[in-house]
């Protein structure tokens, strides 16, 4: 065979991936695909990054602040050297195939130069223009030249053409004649051009309902009436009130507020017929947030259904009932009208016995739906994918994350209406894939830099650079910027001192890598931003100069100093020299930080031989790595095995047997069946584990994939009469087929969940039991089916499902925990009595089958393998990632990860892209080939330790261990630096680099030189 | 020991500082320990909000509040700090 080069049915892959879409999903694609080798193209329509999540205030459940989160993903893919972030950008054309596509983009202009502007802001301030502001919602106003917002990345301004008076008028100009950088560009214009990428991955976000077109809702007519998104705004603490929850209409605090769910969703008439699966949590968040800010505030939330469907939702809506005060009120409104002089909003809606009632609330809420862009249909033809009905691309149930074109995957809402943690998931899941599609090609179109040799300063006296910033008049017009670098120059050791106009502009750099050579520097201390944004990028320039970028110190004199003490002259500029003279301190005390390596081997154990586990497995094995998996029954499989159908009716046990027998033959995939984890030693990147039946594995990562199993029922007869049977048993009756399918069928939900002490949702049983009622009104229309339910819950597109239930008659009654039904023999048969709300009396049905919706528990084997890693369980027993939303496949353990029930109680769907997020994420640590060891880490000294061990008991991330001499020594891969080990040792054995007692010790002196 | 003797140990003891007078005008000179991750950056975002607060508040960056030791407070104490804030 002749296998030259140029054969022409070979092609060569591209190892660089176009991302569409700035958002959380594909931020999490691009960063999974840059750190492991691939060259990453992210096109983005808005002038910054950061998609929906940046506009919230607080995520449910944990109520984690959602931009501190953000922000610093944002920041790594803007410096990450493997990304190109096109901002402004559209796609316009796709051609080629799989492995090599070639892309058109247009890109808008900015009329500002990313080179020369340093995000000073001054333009901005200049500027007379005041427009209306998207990004707060037109609640307040930016200007014609503006950044999305403060955290926006890149931080370029861009002009908006439309508003500008320049553009408009032909005068003004106001913005160029005050940049300091000259970087305003009127005369710039749109460009296009074409790249070259080997996969692409969309992940366009999402669009909101405008509830305008719900005119009875007086959005728009009644300024108290607010979209869900308005009023993250208004909550959020850089929002237009700063936080302060007052209306729009009059500034007044309202008292009485309603939650108005389901607007723009789950109604096939005036909106979209899909749940848009995250309002039902937004809303019983913002009502909490909204308590928190002022305790006076009574919040009502009116629904259909309570979708708390993901982990630890349930409980989240039972502490906002019970610790908050919230009242949910199953009523859907018809009207809201304003009270004439108040302001108020009176409600109109149906209690649950029927009657019509009104309520006057004083600020009204309206939880607005998801759906996809106005232009779905036009992105879906550029890209040459199918959409499904609704317009979001269409994946089927077994590949979640793939689009009908080859080579082009799909991420976040535009899959489907999701939350955060799921978006992230499908994040890391495509990342995935695409490292499988591309993996000979990984490492070929990324820079690598050269760099100098570190100088040796070990036993040079500290010879520090100062340089102060003036950052256009951001530092300058606050503090006196002149005399903090003069009076500077006098602090011990400082030899060169000086101010600059931009510390952080391409000259300055220039200028101190010049200066460390030329004065022999060897720390150098800028006086300027927050480290947390800059100190990488004065590291990597003092690194250029030959120095180890660890003696590097960044004083905040802007954040922390000019910006919050406006006007104050005199003062802010003794407290910046106060924080100069600190950091000084500091800097003298800095000492070379060398960032070790440890190989990694490139492989990894998955504990479990479920659809999870072998999902997993395969698309490990399809990136190139060998994956072992360890199943302690005989089969691989899991509670798949008793699964027939999916809610869209696709083949189960079909896939199932696709995919074992993809495991048997895939050569880098070993299966382990009927044996267990013994132990396992080791690290992040070099574990070593014994199976029970004696075997060795040597692997990298360590996949969780154990499981769960199906409650067993005790209650309603189960297991007494053979007429109570599971969904589960009822199911394989339907497969099996043949007569008998008709007949009066009662459904009861939420059997084992949804109570303590299992107080969650196990997600899966509202689409079982539809599934089945359907299957079963399909087969025999005659038959009588009733689902006792307490919340139906099937959010997303499920919802049709729902639908296609009620229109072929299956019937729907609610029941309450209170009130639960009761089963009972009669002589011929069961009967079933629940109470009817509407009714407001008590009503039997009789049965021929009661079929149970049992709910899901963790697997047994989880609280052994918990304990063997030392990874932490919920009190329910699933396991605890290390970030529910922006890190839900990692542990906090490195080269731990976590997918499947293991996790929580998931869909098939889900399962599978969550095992391909783990594989993603599994794929970027095996990627390296050695593994970098942080700086910033806790060292142990052996000499002073005395074994205490109460480093070992305190330590998160388990890295100090018992040695072999019975001593404790210290696992610097594991360390992220935090520091626990150093305050707690009585010895003061442990101390971190950068942050050791003498350095924060000299810093506390510099500051009480004074005082004392 | 018994009654008597205790009661001397605790004539012995030394005197409580009476509290002194606040003088006028007299501002604390506190030290707040932040964590890098949550209270540090919390500061920075009253920066680029704009917020105002006494300056006489100054922040040293911690990796995690865990890794606050007594001994930064007691030695801010001992060399006439006011106060110490700790944050994370």
């Avoid at chain 1, 591209?14 to 691939?38: C, E, N, P, T």
């Avoid at chain 1, 309202?254 to 848009?276: E, F, L, M, T, Y």
């Avoid at chain 1, 009076?487 to 001192?497: C, D, I, W």
Wanted: proline share 5%; net charge neutral.
């Amino acid at each position: 065979m002749d296998m030259s080069p140029d054969t022409p049915d070979q092609t060569t892959k591209r190892g660089s991936v176009l991302i569409v879409g700035g958002g959380i999903g594909g931020m999490q694609a691009g960063l999974d695909l840059a750190d492991s080798g691939f060259k990453v193209h992210m096109v983005q329509r808005d002038s910054s990054i950061g998609g929906t999540m940046v506009m919230l205030d607080k995520t449910f459940p944990t109520g984690d602040c959602s931009m501190c989160m953000i922000s610093p993903k944002m920041v790594d893919l803007g410096r990450h050297m493997n990304v190109d972030i096109h901002t402004l950008a559209t796609v316009t054309g796709v051609e080629g195939v799989p492995g090599d596509f070639t892309v058109k983009i247009r890109q808008e202009a900015r009329y500002v130069d990313p080179e020369l502007c340093t995000g000073c802001g001054i333009c901005e301030e200049k500027c007379p223009k005041k427009v209306t502001s998207e990004y707060e919602q037109g609640l307040t106003v930016r200007k014609a030249i503006f950044s999305l917002f403060p955290q926006a990345l890149p931080n370029t301004r861009v002009i908006d053409r439309d508003n500008c008076i320049y553009f408009k008028k032909g005068k003004c100009r106001a913005c160029e004649k005050f940049c300091p950088s000259k970087a305003i560009r009127f005369e710039d214009t749109p460009k296009e051009f074409e790249i070259r990428v080997g996969a692409i991955i969309l992940g366009p976000g999402l669009d909101r309902y405008n509830p305008r077109v719900r005119q009875e809702l007086g959005f728009e007519r009644w300024p108290n009436v607010v979209t869900s998104i308005q009023f993250e705004r208004i909550l959020s603490a850089s929002g237009p009130y700063k936080g302060e929850v007052k209306r729009p209409g009059d500034g007044k605090h309202p008292k009485r507020v309603a939650w108005i769910q389901c607007v723009g969703s789950r109604d096939s008439h005036n909106a979209n017929p899909w749940c848009s699966s995250v309002c039902c949590m937004y809303a019983t968040k913002q009502a909490i947030i909204a308590k928190e800010h002022d305790s006076r505030i009574e919040p009502t939330i009116f629904y259909m259904e309570m979708r708390a469907f993901g982990k630890d939702f349930d409980k989240y809506v039972s502490r906002a009932k019970e610790e908050f005060g919230v009242t949910y009120r199953r009523a859907m409104v018809s009207a809201v009208r304003e009270e004439p002089g108040t302001g108020n909003l009176l409600l109109r809606y149906a209690r649950e016995d029927g009657i019509l009632k009104d309520e006057s609330f004083d600020l009204v809420v309206l939880s607005i739906g998801f759906q996809p862009h106005a232009d779905a249909r036009d992105f879906a033809e550029i890209f040459g994918i199918e959409p499904n009905a609704y317009g979001f691309a269409k994946t089927t149930q077994f590949n979640p994350v793939e689009t009908s074109r080859p080579g082009v995957y799909v991420t976040g809402i535009y899959q489907g209406p999701k939350d955060i943690p799921e978006t992230v998931m499908q994040g890391s899941a495509v990342a995935g894939r695409a490292m499988a599609l591309l993996g000979e090609a990984r490492g070929t179109e990324v820079a690598e830099k050269t760099l100098p040799p570190e100088k040796d300063v070990k036993d040079e006296e500290p010879r520090i650079g100062l340089f102060v910033c003036h950052c256009g008049i951001n530092i300058s017009q606050t503090v006196d910027v002149k005399k903090v670098a003069q009076e500077g120059a006098s602090l011990p050791n400082v030899v060169h001192s000086e101010d600059l106009l931009y510390a952080c502009a391409q000259d300055s750099q220039e200028k101190i890598k010049t200066l460390v050579k030329e004065k022999n520097l060897n720390r150098v201390v800028v006086a300027s931003c927050t480290p947390r944004t800059h100190e990488p990028l004065f590291q990597e320039t003092i690194r250029d100069a030959g120095l180890n970028k660890y003696l590097f110190e960044l004083a905040d004199i802007r954040e922390q100093c000019s910006w919050c003490h406006m006007g104050q002259r005199e003062v802010a500029t003794e407290k910046a020299m106060d924080i100069v003279k600190m950091n000084v301190a500091k800097a003298k005390r800095l000492e070379p930080v060398a960032s070790g390596s440890v190989g990694v081997t490139p492989a990894a154990l998955i504990i479990g031989g479920g659809i999870a586990g072998m999902v997993t497995a395969l698309s490990l094995a399809d990136q190139g790595y060998h994956a072992h998996i360890v199943e302690k029954e005989a089969r691989l499989g899991g509670l798949l095995k008793d699964l027939h159908r999916t809610l869209d009716q696709s083949d189960v046990q079909a896939y199932l047997k696709e995919t074992v027998a993809k495991v048997d033959a895939h050569p880098h995939v070993t299966a382990h069946t009927g044996t267990q984890v013994q132990k396992t030693d080791g690290f992040v990147g070099n574990f070593k584990t014994l199976l029970t039946n004696g075997e060795t594995l040597e692997h990298g990562a360590i996949v969780i994939a154990t499981g769960g199993v199906e409650y067993e029922p005790s209650e309603y007869l189960f297991g007494q009469n053979d007429r109570v049977m599971t969904q589960r048993t009822l199911e394989k009756r339907l497969a099996a087929g043949g007569p008998g399918i008709g007949g009066r069928y009662v459904m009861i939900q939420c059997v084992g969940s949804r109570e303590e002490p299992y107080n969650y949702c196990s997600r899966v049983c509202c689409q079982d039991a539809i599934k089945n009622a359907i299957a079963i009104k399909e087969k025999a229309p005659e038959a009588q089916v009733t689902i006792l339910y307490r919340d139906i819950r099937t959010y997303g597109l499920r919802e049709d499902y729902y639908k296609k239930a009620r229109d072929l008659g299956v019937l729907f009654v609610l029941y309450k925990e209170d009130r639960k039904p009761v089963v009972e023999e009669t002589g011929d048969g069961l009967r079933v009595r629940a109470f009817d709300y509407l009714l407001g009396k008590e009503i039997a049905f009789r049965a021929d089958h009661v079929v149970l919706s049992t709910g899901l528990r963790p697997h047994p084997t989880a609280a052994k393998v918990g304990e063997m890693y030392k990874l932490t369980r919920n009190p329910e027993g699933y396991f605890l990632e290390a970030h529910v939303k922006l890190r839900p496949v990692d542990f906090p353990s490195e080269g731990i990860f976590v997918t499947g029930l293991a996790h929580a109680p998931k869909n098939l769907d889900e399962t599978i892209s969550q095992a391909l997020a783990a594989a993603g994420r599994a794929g970027v640590l095996l990627s390296h080939e050695r593994l970098a060891v942080s700086g910033i880490i806790s060292k142990h000294d052996r000499d002073l330790c005395m074994s205490c061990l109460t480093c070992f008991r305190v330590c998160p991330f388990g890295s100090p261990f018992i040695d072999e001499d019975g001593k404790v020594s210290h696992n610097e891969v594991k360390c992220v630096g935090c520091g626990i080990c150093a305050s707690v040792c009585p010895m003061k054995a442990f101390q971190v680099n950068n942050f050791r007692d003498d350095q924060i010790v000299a810093m506390i002196d510099a500051l009480t030189e004074s005082a004392s | 020991m018994g009654n008597q003797a205790e009661a001397a140990a605790l004539d012995e003891a030394p005197k409580i500082e009476k509290e002194a007078d606040i003088p006028e005008g007299w501002e604390p000179n506190i030290i707040a320990f932040a964590c890098h991750y949550c209270a540090f950056a919390a500061a920075d975002l009253a920066g680029v909000m704009r917020l105002s607060y006494p300056p006489n508040v100054k922040v040293i960056r911690l990796p995690c509040t865990g890794k606050l030791d007594e001994y930064y407070v007691l030695r801010a104490f001992v060399r006439g700090v006011d106060g110490v804030f700790v944050a994370g």
